[in-house]
């Protein structure tokens, strides 16, 4: 019988626990001409990257999770050594108290990765078929699987394209299919990748639907990552957001605003017509006749408010927040500004 300390860890123990995971890819960099050819076979030199440089977080059973960066932050190589497919150059992590890369068939029948660029259906099979091989596979019982393909479909909708070749389906209605592929035997956690990509904006929004409704009713991890921002808003309360392979920012997805935005609209509604200039008071993003809509710093928003009150006739002004896009944006951007001034220091230093 297992002790009872042993026990208590065991029950302690986070769904997902990453520590210090990194992950370098070398490159060989090689000479340009037959001279450099030559050179590479005696001396080689390479180039060294971090595509997850000390990455560090936990997610509790139950957690639907936001995991954000710009296009080569590192997501997919964090996501892919906790499904297993990558191991570490250094570092640890536990995925349902399992270690990833040791790929035990126990830990493999209680997680899945969904990529929305790769597809797991076969192409020239009804998906009906490519279900009906994975249920083989992981050993479903009948019963069980019919229940859960015939709940999934038909909160997905496309109980009618069961036996529709995967080839002839529309891009929505195949990542509902993936989907329905991902779940079929009730993982525990689960890895999504951009699963929104490509889609039309009723498909997006009918997979976040079934996305929050799964999460809600059944006590699933999930890990989404995604370039729309809508998808995050709508169904992560948590996120962690890396560049550069590490993690500057892991918290409630409202904090990020208190955090990173410097600035609040202004929306002031006149009684009659102004045709003054406003620009001396912030940004203007918008004007007409009988309206503004400013952009300005925190700090000085209840300034601006009076004097603008002082100035114009005002019948209404609402004051709000920057949306969290639009913070994430100009968030990426400053980083990719000082991570270019650094590496040109770095280099600058290395030359003298």
């Not at 600035?263 to 002031?268: A, E, G, T």
């Amino acid at each position: 019988m297992p002790h009872l300390s042993s026990l208590i860890l065991i029950f302690a123990m986070s769904a997902i626990e990453a520590r210090d995971l990194t992950k370098i890819y070398r490159t060989y960099r090689k000479e340009s001409g037959l001279r450099g050819s030559i050179k590479g076979l005696v001396k080689r030199r390479y180039d060294e990257t971090r595509a997850a440089d000390q990455v560090s977080f936990q997610i509790e059973e139950g957690e639907f999770v936001g995991f954000l960066g710009p296009n080569g932050a590192g997501k997919t190589t964090v996501l892919k050594m906790l499904s297993g497919l990558l191991n570490p150059t250094s570092g640890d992590a536990r995925v349902l108290g399992f270690v990833p890369w040791e790929r035990r068939n126990e830990m493999k029948r209680q997680f899945s990765l969904l990529m929305g660029q790769k597809n797991a259906l076969w192409w020239d099979l009804p998906a009906q078929e490519s279900l009906e091989l994975n249920r083989a596979i992981y050993g479903i019982d009948r019963a069980r699987f019919n229940k859960v393909v015939g709940g999934l479909a038909e909160l997905l909708e496309v109980t009618d394209k069961m036996n529709v070749m995967v080839r002839e389906l529309s891009l929505g209605e195949r990542m509902k299919m993936e989907l329905i592929s991902a779940l079929i035997h009730e993982p525990r956690v689960l890895f999504l990748d951009e699963p929104t990509i490509g889609l039309d904006v009723v498909s997006q929004k009918r997979v976040r639907e079934f996305l929050r409704i799964y999460n809600e009713e059944h006590p699933i991890v999930t890990m989404l990552t995604s370039h729309y921002m809508q998808d995050i808003e709508e169904l992560c309360h948590r996120v962690i957001i890396i560049d550069h392979g590490k993690i500057f920012f892991d918290g409630p997805l409202s904090s990020i605003i208190d955090r990173f935005s410097g600035h609040k609209i202004l929306s002031l509604a006149f009684e009659k017509a102004v045709t003054r200039d406003f620009s001396a008071f912030g940004q203007v993003i918008e004007q007409t006749p009988v309206s503004v809509q400013l952009k300005v710093p925190r700090a000085k928003v209840t300034e601006t408010c009076r004097q603008l009150l002082e100035a114009c006739d005002v019948s209404d002004i609402n004051v709000q927040e920057l949306p969290v896009e639009e913070v994430i944006r100009q968030l990426f951007g400053q980083r990719k500004i000082t991570n270019q001034a650094n590496a040109g220091r770095i280099e600058i230093s290395t030359r003298t």
